[in-house]
């Protein structure tokens, strides 16, 4: 049966792991809603998760990634395309029948139960002994360091410790694909962090493929092996937490990962040339012709003496003053507005002055061509 | 200071008016009460504290037969309309509307909107065709008669915890390997168990209450409490009565408490 | 939609029916169904020891109110019937006024208590709310009859010299609907004051009304949804009842509902019993439907 757990979970060729695939969902496509007014959630998405990793589907709300998690898991079945677990269709498989669990965004512990009793859960219903039930529940709640608490009621305890309790419950029967659906929304920043390497730390303990969701991109650049980004039903992009960030494929990746400057250009085969007729070099010129979208993120760029040959004649519109950062506002010549990050000056940003001359220079490497 | 603080919600006159409301709702019941404690025969003159009417009720043979009775009926009624209403809130809540929803909804709670007069003579003429038919004069009738009557109450409460259950709880059962009736059975059914009983209590209160439908459908010799009471009401009251309601009253006020108690601590 | 999507729909829908069928089923037999052999013995004829012959007519209807001469078989107004109808509509409207009268100024009490002690005053009308009917009008009897508390506090006091006779008056019967009703009133009423705004009351007095003005033009409008399904749920069952009449009002002071007892009873007329039932349950359902109406034109509040 597929429900057995895996068996080479410890496995220690790397090699041989990295392109084992655990989750593969093909073409799947979910409509919401019927006839003329159905919406489609998932838009043809296909994507596949190695074993092993901590796979993060990131986008804002709506954009379709819990509907994803939600086939995974088996609460919904896809109205086309299809859900496979190492290499088995699971489409149609009950969501108690596969060796999947899930930690819930509102955590979904029973209340009428102990603490003991919900990390038990998954085992007793399985029919398995009931001191191995217990012992499991016991090693599970040690794991989330919870041990103490066993047989407190779910009513006592604190956000944090559910969260932690619904970890042990979703991993106690030792899944090979373990689902986490915004588990940290609810948590204030202190206590997310915590959980955030706490998270980490029992991924590489028990070596299951996890796949968070969030819609917080910090969260997800800190945890994730990779990111699929997510919008409008479709999958942006896919890599990992740098790729994503320092070479984001088009206009909506570079936006909703992290600020960046957008920049109109043409490209030709001496670089991008912006509207203003200055020209750009690009580390990897693409192939492509004509108009296109540049971006460049704010701590990228350098501001120079305004004279400076190579740099972009701009104007200081206004700075905002972040601690460590000072935000630049900047204008082309062209109209284009722009963002530089520096660090603050200690004795003040006296250099500045609103409406005053300066140049703009880019890193090497650092501006890139998107899609719209 | 106090005086002079502006109260918007205070009416003059409300407060007082309140409180004779609250006097002359509970007076009468403590009258009603405290004769049954009086010592004399007489209903009218105070005679000194006693229990004597307590023990005159409980050696009377017709009172002991219908008390039995009414218990009788009250928990079976309550068992086959809480069943009945457990089943049917499974089925209209927590799912998408569907055509003939309203008509079970009506359906449920129609007796609370047929007065009960009518729905007595109803059964009178209905229940009096059957009797002929198959000879079959048992407490049959009035456990089918009550447990009718029982399902809106007991459906209420129920529904409503339905409603108030977090639903992803019955899918967290299914992701952690329940089967659809391991979920009912472990996750659904536990946390639906104080409804459950609430509903069972209201049913079985209000079985334990009715007057109008017993009289009309009762064949002879099948006197509960009440309709005793009302028999005897047409002769001359004696304190018994009074010792008969006391006992009444105390076993519903204690039902309604474990009432109030289970539905309070849902929230 | 996916077919199987369409499947799931479908057993979906089918639990329901076969979930809710034992509670159908029982309602249909017990509760129901009667009510058409009801409206079927309407139109037969009585039957001379009781019961029913099966032979059509429309004479149970006719005497709902009208009687037949005995001598020219002429139809005349029946006067004890249109008494007994005229009787029941009114104490039953007494019966709403009173209760709002009362209930009214308890439910506003009740609804600005501190919320810990709103569950007590709460739990003080629930109590009677739940009590056996036939208990607390037993209650108001002992009050009330000649022995009963009242007299003999009055006679004691010397403020009367003989007993003041309320028993078996159409008065006995309203104060005792009145005592049995009040939490029927309450209630609603209550549910509709305690989503009141008290804000608005601010504004109210802010905006130059005096007490009075802000009762009739902020508090009762506001409130109307509570009203109307508290007149109705009083109303309803005023207007069939059955227990309270018989207890208090003696056997002249009959109200519709002991109307239709002793047409089973010693009447011996059926028919005419299973016609005044059906015009009570039309009445009744007529009184319900202009509810629901004016609860969702009114009430947004609580559908």
Redesign the interface.
């Known amino acids: 049966m597929i429900k057995s757990s895996d068996e080479k979970r410890n496995g220690t060729g790397d090699g041989t792991r990295v392109n084992e695939i655990a989750i593969e969902a093909r073409n799947t496509i979910k ?1 919401f809603g ?2 003329g007014v ?1 919406v489609r959630a998932l838009d043809d998405v296909s994507v596949e998760i190695r074993k092993g990793e901590f796979f993060t589907l990131l986008g804002p709300s709506g954009c379709g990634k819990t509907t994803l998690l939600r086939l995974i898991a088996g609460f919904e ?1 896809p ?2 395309g299809q859900i496979l677990l190492h290499g088995t269709d699971i489409t ?1 498989l009950p969501p108690n029948k596969r060796p999947v669990n899930t930690v819930f965004q509102s955590y979904a512990l029973f209340p009428h139960l102990t603490v003991a009793e919900n990390v038990g859960f998954a085992l007793k219903m399985q029919g398995r002994p009931r001191a191995e039930v217990a012992q499991t529940a016991r090693e599970m709640l040690e794991l989330v360091r919870l041990g103490h608490l066993a047989d407190r009621r779910i009513t006592q305890m604190s956000g944090g410790q559910q969260q932690r309790v619904a970890l042990a419950r979703a991993l106690a029967a030792r899944p090979q694909v373990l689902l986490l659906d915004e588990p940290l929304s609810a948590l204030d920043l202190k206590l997310r962090q915590e959980m955030q390497v706490e998270l980490k730390r029992l991924q590489h303990e028990t070596g299951i493929t996890f796949v968070f969701v969030t819609h917080d991109q910090e969260e997800a650049l800190t945890m994730s092996d990779r990111i699929g980004v997510m919008s409008a039903g479709k999958i942006q992009q896919i890599g990992s937490p740098r790729e994503i960030y320092t070479r984001p494929v088009n206009r909506f990746v570079a936006s909703f990962i992290g600020e960046t400057n957008f920049l109109p250009a043409t490209l030709g085969p001496e670089g991008a040339r912006l509207s203003g007729g200055e020209v750009i070099e690009l580390a990897t010129p693409g192939p492509r012709h004509g108009p296109v979208t540049l971006t460049v993120r704010p701590e990228q760029l350098r501001l120079t003496p305004p004279d400076e040959p190579g740099a972009l004649p701009a104007t200081v519109t206004d700075w905002v003053y972040l601690g460590t950062d000072t935000h630049v506002h900047l204008q082309l010549r062209d109209g284009t507005a722009l963002v530089a990050r520096l660090q603050s000056n200690p004795s003040g940003e006296t250099d500045l002055t609103r409406g005053g001359a300066m140049g703009v220079r880019f890193a090497p490497g650092a501006v890139q061509v998107v899609e719209d | 200071m106090a005086e002079t603080r ?1 109260q ?8 007082a ?2 409180m ?3 006097v ?6 403590f ?2 009460v405290a ?1 049954a404690f009086n010592g004399g025969t ?3 003159v105070w005679e000194g504290l006693s229990l004597h009417w307590f023990s005159k009720a409980w050696a009377n043979e017709a009172v002991k037969s219908a008390t039995l009775r009414s218990l009788v009926i009250a928990a079976s009624a309550a068992a ?2 809480t ?3 457990t ?2 809130a ?3 809540t927590r ?2 509307g ?4 309203t008509f ?1 909804y009506v ?2 709670n ?2 609370l ?14 229940f ?1 065709m059957v009797k002929s038919w198959t000879g079959y004069q048992g407490l049959g009738y009035l456990i ?2 009550h ?3 029982c ?1 809106p109450f007991a ?1 209420l409460p129920i529904r409503a915890r339905l409603e108030g259950m977090d639903l992803s709880l019955e899918t967290a059962a299914a992701d952690l390997y329940a089967s659809p009736w391991q979920t009912f059975r472990h996750v659904t059914l536990p946390l639906l168990a104080p409804g459950i009983l609430a509903g069972a209590m209201l049913a079985f ?1 209000i079985s ?2 009715d ?2 439908i017993t009289e ?1 459908v009762k064949s002879g010799g099948q006197d509960t409490l ?1 309709t005793y ?2 028999g005897q ?1 047409r002769r001359a009251i004696t304190p018994e ?2 010792a008969i ?1 006391t006992g ?2 105390g076993l ?2 204690i039902l ?1 408490t474990a009432f ?1 108690l289970l539905t309070r601590k849902r929230n | ?2 077919a ?2 369409d499947q799931a ?1 479908a057993r ?2 089918r ?10 089923v ?10 058409l ?2 409206l079927v ?1 309407s139109f037969l004829t009585p039957g001379k020891y009781g ?1 029913v012959e099966w032979q059509f007519s429309t004479d149970g209807w006719l005497g709902i109110l009208f009687t037949r001469d005995i001598f020219d078989e002429t139809l005349k107004l029946a006067d004890a019937h249109l008494t007994i109808w005229w009787r029941s509509v009114r104490l039953s409207l007494l019966t709403t006024l009173f209760t709002f009268a ?2 009214f ?2 439910a ?3 609804a ?1 208590r501190p919320p810990r002690a709103r569950g007590f ?1 709460l ?6 709310f ?7 009008t ?6 009330i009859r000649n ?3 009242f007299n ?1 506090v009055m006679i004691r006091l010397g403020l009367f010299s003989e007993p003041l006779r309320i028993i078996n008056t159409d008065a006995a019967v309203l104060m005792g609907m009145t ?1 049995v009703y ?2 029927l009133m ?1 209630l609603p009423l209550f549910a509709a004051i305690d989503r009141f705004d ?1 804000r608005l ?2 504004a ?2 802010d905006l130059y009304a005096n ?1 009075w003005q ?2 009739r033009h902020v508090i009762l409008p506001i409130v109307k949804p509570g009203i109307v399904a508290g007149s109705i749920l009083v109303f ?2 005023s ?2 009842a ?2 309270t009449p ?2 208090l009002g003696g056997g002249k002071n009959m109200m519709i ?1 002991n109307f ?2 002793l047409q ?1 009873g010693q009447g011996r007329n ?1 028919p005419l ?2 016609a005044l ?2 015009t ?2 039309l009445i ?2 007529a009184a ?1 439907l202009f509810y629901v109406r004016a609860a969702n034109k009114g009430g947004n509040g609580h559908g």
């Open positions: 409509a019927q006839g159905a079945t109205t086309s149609h | 502006f918007p919600a205070r009416i003059p006159g409300f407060a008016i309140a004779l409301a609250f002359a709702l509970y007076l009468p019941i009258t009603l004769y007489s209903i009218a086959v309309a069943t009945a209403a089943l049917a499974l089925g209209t799912r998408a569907f055509k003939g929803q079970i359906m449920i129609q007796p909107m047929v007065p009960e007069i009518v729905t007595a003579v109803a059964l009178l003429i209905l009096g089918l008669a447990a009718a009557f399902i459906y209160v334990l209450d007057v109008v009309f009440p009471m009302l009401m009565v009074n309601s009444l009253l519903t006020v309604l109030f | 939609m996916s199987l999507e729909r979906s829908v639990n329901a029916w076969a979930l809710s069928a034992p509670a159908l029982i309602l249909a037999v017990a509760a129901v169904g009667p009510l052999i009801v013995y019961n009362v209930g100024p308890t506003w009490f009740i600005t005053w739990f003080l009308i629930t109590i009677p739940w009590t056996n009917l036939l208990i607390r037993f209650a108001i009897n002992e009050v022995e009963g508390l003999t005592y009040l939490p309450v008290m009351l601010e109210g007095y007490r802000v009762l309803v069952p207007l069939g059955y227990v018989r207890v509902g239709i007892e089973f059926w019993g299973a039932s059906v009570l349950l009744t359902t319900l």
